[in-house]
């Protein structure tokens, strides 16, 4: 093909309203200038205490200066990327490259195996040459339960491949399928007929399933469907067991075919091997036990990686992905295309804010114009050469055709399978650099972010994609707790880098642009917020009690900066939500989210990296729940806040909440008796301020005092919090 008649397999366009946000950022600017005038210049001349409290607003409000600036980063410029399949397919349908895709999951009871293989399914079933797709599920939780689902699903995948190729369905995954596609169809007789037929053998599968799970074992009889149960005969427990790897559907085999006699894709299980000596780093080192693995077995160039909840929700994403691989002209330096993490169980108003909506949809597309969005972990095709470790030079590009005329093994898959155990054998990386220059970084608890910033470091961009029809979708936490706990760890895992030799700032200077170090920062330093935030929603109100003002009267021009920096920040950041796709209410409770987060998660998150930091505890890896109990999911459903359980995060929140409330109360019972309107005027801003405390947490009253569902604030909680503010306002009184 000549260059003349190249046409690019992807295009970039820089978003609209950019002149909007500049404008924002500018007048913004000015109104923080203001401030930190108004600061310096009405330093209180007397009183220690009012001194005190005044350095500490200013550092709060500087933290909050540096941070807004930060975030504009990812802000400046996003771009929008859109693929040319049908130019895709016209040049290189013949020699469209092999993709690995890999899917991790950890424990049968906290990721349901019918879940598990829902996703496998999905990704199965991509519209893409089938012989050419090799599916591989790490199981981490070593579980003879999530083999025999995985056993099922591949019995099932011979009508299920069809039937998607056939009625080009959507999504994949056939749980959301047949749930989102309540009525049978009728316009269409065979359609109509053949959906009959494969739902019911799903519903079957998915009951054989169930009964294994509900009686913890596989029955005998399902046992001598495959030798690979011997394993678990043998005594394999979830925390010692030799490697187990079992070529379920092996794509070289001619006879692996589906009820059309068309081939299937490679399938394989694996648990790599553990023993208690020896640290097994989580998904980190589950990856690259599969990076070594499949790299015997099927070694495409392309890897898809996905959470075991993270479903296929656009059976086209691979096509998508491979336009951004294989452009004659823009593609040689891209490592990895990362798709947002989109969640299918989200309410309508989002309670717990864990769609991340401004993230996936404004700021990866503005870190993309900085050099790459983060990996995310899920939803990321990545170049194996890149994920293997290796720097980008200009040499980096792949011929395509040759790779595609490649030969594949020719073991059998029983030899196959024997040989590659070693490579997922506990010592096979001693003394190697895997976990450190090679495939995914190893002692953070953000194995990804790391990972994908050490790509950068190394030469490469990454691409954020976001197509209309949404790639992937995942589960969200259901419950408060959850969801804290879920962010602890990120933020600890981003807190944690930021204060390693993996500094962006450092680590990063002279490999990545700056504006990347800066948006790396953003998250990287999200912890980093909660001393500030701490500081505002509790010196504040107690300031109101010791008769302290920290803020201009109400009657001074110097309101106005302040009334202009809060109202231009939280409209511009309501129409972003907007923007995004969410809605006023969704807004709020998201408002409500990032407030608790800072007040619990970022805590924590930073507690944690300093005792880690000083030897006293070990990194762990608490496993988002993607299950619920009925109860719970009901009140999920409805949008209630979930407190339910004990936990100190639960006294800070609580505490926080009723020391805003007493003081406001007092305050105003005070002006009410006095009726002393110069009071009002100097206390003014740090009324509205608790005032809105106050607003912000109105499940948490409900929460402590009006409800009497399993879900309210445990009563103990409920007494501590009262006592422990109480005591705060009469020791401030
Ligand atoms: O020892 C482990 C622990 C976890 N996992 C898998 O890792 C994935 C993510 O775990 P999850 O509990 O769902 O955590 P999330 O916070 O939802 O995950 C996000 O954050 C993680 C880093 O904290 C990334 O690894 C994930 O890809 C990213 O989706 C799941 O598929 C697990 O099965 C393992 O394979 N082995
Ligand atoms: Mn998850």
Request: hydrophobic share 40%; proline share 4%.
């Amino acid at each position: 093909m000549g260059k003349d008649d190249y046409l690019p397999l992807f295009e970039t366009k820089v978003a609209k309203g950019r002149l909007l946000h500049r404008l924002y950022a500018v007048t913004m600017f000015l109104g923080i200038l203001f401030i930190c005038v108004y600061r310096v210049n009405h330093f209180p001349a007397q009183g220690e205490l009012k001194r005190w409290a005044w350095i500490g607003s200013y550092m709060a409000e500087l933290w909050y200066i540096l941070y807004w600036l930060i975030t504009q980063s990812v802000r400046w410029s996003p771009v929008y990327r859109s693929t040319f399949k049908e130019r895709l397919s016209r040049r290189y349908e013949k020699v469209l490259p092999g993709i690995d895709i890999f899917v991790c999951t950890a424990d049968p009871v906290l990721e349901p195996p019918v879940m598990v293989i829902n996703t496998v399914l999905s990704v199965m079933a991509y519209d893409y040459p089938p012989e050419k797709l090799n599916v591989y599920l790490s199981d981490d939780g070593g579980s003879e339960l999530m083999f025999y689902a995985l056993l099922e699903a591949s019995q099932f995948s011979k009508i299920w491949l069809p039937f998607c190729r056939k009625f080009k369905v959507e999504p994949r995954s056939p749980v959301v399928y047949f749930s989102s596609a309540v009525e049978t169809p009728v316009d269409n007789v065979i359609f109509a007929k053949e959906w009959r037929t494969i739902k019911n053998l799903f519903e079957e599968m998915k009951g054989r399933v169930d009964v294994a799970m509900k009686l913890g074992r596989v029955p005998d009889e399902l046992r001598k469907q495959h030798k690979g149960f011997r394993e678990w005969e043998l005594g394999a427990s979830r925390r010692d067991h030799q490697t187990i790897l079992e070529i379920l559907i092996d794509g070289r085999d001619g006879n692996a075919v589906d009820v059309e006699q068309k081939p299937l894709p490679t399938l394989v299980y694996m648990a790599r091997e553990k023993r208690p000596q020896y640290q097994h780093n989580f998904k980190a080192g589950a990856m690259n036990a599969l990076i070594r693995v499949s790299s015997r077995i099927s070694n495409s160039k392309i890897i898809l990686n996905v959470d075991c909840d993270q479903y296929s929700n656009n059976s086209e994403s691979v096509r998508d992905a491979v336009c951004f691989f294989m452009d004659e002209e823009m593609s040689h330096n891209i490592a990895y295309v990362q798709y947002p993490q989109y969640l299918n169980n989200v309410t309508k108003n989002d309670v717990y804010g864990n769609l991340l909506r401004v993230i996936n949809e404004l700021e990866f597309p503005g870190a993309d114009a900085n050099g790459g969005p983060l990996y995310i972990g899920s939803g990321c095709f990545h170049r194996r050469d890149a994920l293997w470790g290796e720097k980008y030079d200009k040499e980096s590009k792949i011929d395509w055709t040759k790779e595609n005329g490649k030969v594949r093994v020719k073991e059998s898959a029983n030899v196959l399978e024997e040989t590659c155990k070693i490579l997922a054998g506990c010592s096979y990386e001693e003394n190697s650099q895997w976990g450190k220059e090679m495939g995914l970084k190893y002692g953070c608890p953000v194995e990804d972010i790391i990972t994908g910033m050490s790509i950068q470091c190394r030469g490469w961009r990454s691409v954020s994609f976001n197509p209309e029809r949404r790639g992937f979708m995942g589960v969200a936490p259901t419950s408060l707790l959850q969801s804290l706990v879920q962010h602890t760890r990120w933020y600890e895992g981003h807190i944690q880098i930021f204060m390693s030799k993996y500094c962006p700032l450092f680590y990063g200077h002279g490999n990545i642009p700056l504006q990347l170090q800066i948006s790396y920062c953003c998250y990287n330093l999200w912890a980093a917020n909660c001393l500030a935030t701490l500081f505002y929603v509790i010196v504040p109100p107690l300031c109101l009690l010791k008769d302290i003002t920290l803020f201009p009267q109400l009657s001074s021009p110097w309101v106005l900066p302040y009334a202009y920096v809060f109202i231009a920040k939280y409209s511009y950041s309501l129409g972003e939500f907007l923007w995004s796709g969410g809605t006023l209410k969704g807004w709020y409770n998201d408002q409500r989210m990032w407030l608790y987060k800072r007040l619990t998660s970022y805590l924590y998150g930073i507690y944690g990296t300093v005792l880690r930091s000083l030897g006293f505890s070990k990194l762990s890896f608490d496993i988002t729940s993607k299950v619920a109990d009925d109860d719970v999911s009901l009140r999920y459903e409805q949008e209630i806040m979930e407190f339910g359980t004990v936990s100190f995060m639960f006294n800070i929140l609580a505490t926080i909440a009723l020391l805003n409330l007493l003081a406001f109360i007092w305050i105003m019972a005070r002006l009410i008796i006095n009726t002393r309107t110069k009071e009002a005027d100097s206390y003014a801003l740090q009324m509205i301020l608790s005032g809105l405390v106050i607003v912000i947490n109105r499940p948490v009253y409900v929460g402590l005092f009006f409800r009497t569902d399993r879900g309210r604030m445990p009563s103990s909680i409920t007494y501590q919090s009262l006592i422990l503010a109480t005591l705060a306002c009469l020791l401030a009184l």
